[in-house]
T-cell receptor, first 110, second 115 residues
Framework: DAKTTQPPSMDCAEGRAANLPCNHS???????VYWYRQIHSQGPQYIIH???NNETNEMASLIITEDRKSSTLILPHATLRDTAVYYC???????????FGKGTRLHILP | GAVVSQHPSWVICKSGTSVKIECRSL??????MFWYRQFPKQSLMLMAT?????????EQGVEKDKFLINHASLTLSTLTVTSAHPEDSSFYIC???????????FGPGTRLTVT
């Protein structure tokens, strides 16, 4: 079973920051938080991952709480092309299989 | 970046026939490949884990005799849907774990329609 909980859907205005929350209260100390997204009829696309520290790349920022029980993915300037289902995943350090939860369907509003 | 391809991207077949889907890691060798199935408006469901040179490990509820997996090399895994039925119509996605950085990369998916 997936070890994360996400809201089923969210709306965000184009040009604004999209903040997608994820709860992973049972995460173990050596497990990573990964974010993927899936645009309609495509394979999942890697966005970002982290262990304890906040991370940023060209796509997004990942904020992980100090107790690691939750995290937030931030898309700084959402565009219509960011409309997708976003999956928050907890992954073990032995890089075992990835189990997907239900994700958050993000709608970017023009 | 690492690229995973799938072939075909879509296929239509008649009920009772078999269909083979290929998954290739194009620019890296994969320790492990995974096969997922996704029904409309649902999440990805892991079907099986495939390692080169060994038998695939199937998730609970997945019929191994119906979904045959062959992992012929470090860059190729195939999924054969045998005696396909309309309820097998789905989006099939593979992924591959790189031997270099152990990250998992996903293919673009194959849409199977059984008529």
């Amino acid at each position: 079973d997936a070890k994360t909980t996400q809201p089923p859907s969210m709306d965000c205005a184009e040009g604004r920051a999209a903040n997608l929350p994820c709860n992973h209260s049972t995460i173990s100390g050596n497990e990573y938080v990964y974010w993927y997204r899936q645009i309609h009829s495509q394979g999942p696309q890697y966005i970002i991952h982290g262990l304890k520290n906040n991370e940023t790349n060209e796509m997004a920022s990942l904020i992980i709480t100090e107790d690691r029980k939750s995290s937030t993915l931030i898309l700084p300037h959402a565009t219509l092309r960011d409309t997708a289902v976003y999956y928050c995943i907890v992954r073990s350090p032995n890089y075992d299989k990835i189990i997907f939860g239900k994700g958050t369907r993000l709608h970017i509003l023009p | 970046g690492a690229v995973v391809s799938q072939h075909p991207s879509w296929v239509i077949c008649k009920s009772g026939t078999s269909v083979k889907i290929e998954c290739r890691s194009l620019d890296f060798q994969a320790t492990t490949m995974f096969w997922y199935r996704q029904f409309p408006k649902q999440s990805l469901m892991l079907m099986a884990t495939s390692n080169e040179g060994s038998k695939a490990t199937y998730e609970q509820g997945v019929e191994k005799d119906k979904f045959l997996i062959n992992h012929a090399s470090l860059t190729l895994s195939t999924l054969t849907v045998t005696s396909a039925h309309p309820e097998d119509s789905s989006f099939y996605i593979c992924s591959a774990t790189s031997r270099v950085n152990y990250e998992q990369y996903f293919g673009p998916g194959t849409r199977l329609t059984v008529t």
